[in-house]
């Protein structure tokens, strides 16, 4: 798994990495995927990430963008009680935020193709 390899480069386990920094995304996604290894968290980012591309679709047919400022309450809402409630760890958004946009829209995407299973 991408999770276990990344640990062991950072010098850490699995589940107690320290955030170290990345010098890159590549570097970052094994890491970001070993953060997520609950299923409940992982469906939970989906199911946010789905909530932003309904309301972006709302916001843009409506002709009405005073709903774009749903979209990352529902983004990290479900994103946060994932990690909080389920992983048990802090979300790598406090560290990482552009990394961590970046990673949820990768693993969704690796979802749909069925790289990463929920």
């Known amino acids: 798994m991408h999770f ?17 920094g990345f010098s890159s995304f590549r570097e970052f996604y094994p890491f970001y995927l070993g953060e997520h290894r609950n299923r409940v968290c992982r469906r939970l980012h989906f199911v946010g990430s789905l909530c932003v591309l309904a309301i972006i679709a709302v916001a ?7 709903w774009l400022w749903l979209a990352p309450v529902a983004g990290y809402g479900f994103a946060w009680v994932g990690h909080f409630v389920f992983e048990k760890n802090r979300p790598a ?16 995407f690796d979802v749909l193709r069925g790289r990463v299973r929920l």
């Not at 850490?12 to 990495?17: D, W």
């Not at 843009?60 to 005073?66: E, Q, V």
């Not at 958004?93 to 969704?108: E, I, K, N, Q």
């Open 4 to 20: 276990r390899i990344a640990a062991r480069r950072l010098g850490g386990s699995a589940s107690g990495v320290h955030m170290a």
């Open 93 to 108: 958004t406090f560290r990482h935020p552009l990394y961590s946009l970046a990673g949820d829209w990768v693993m969704f």
């Open 60 to 66: 843009i047919t409506t002709g009405r963008p005073a």
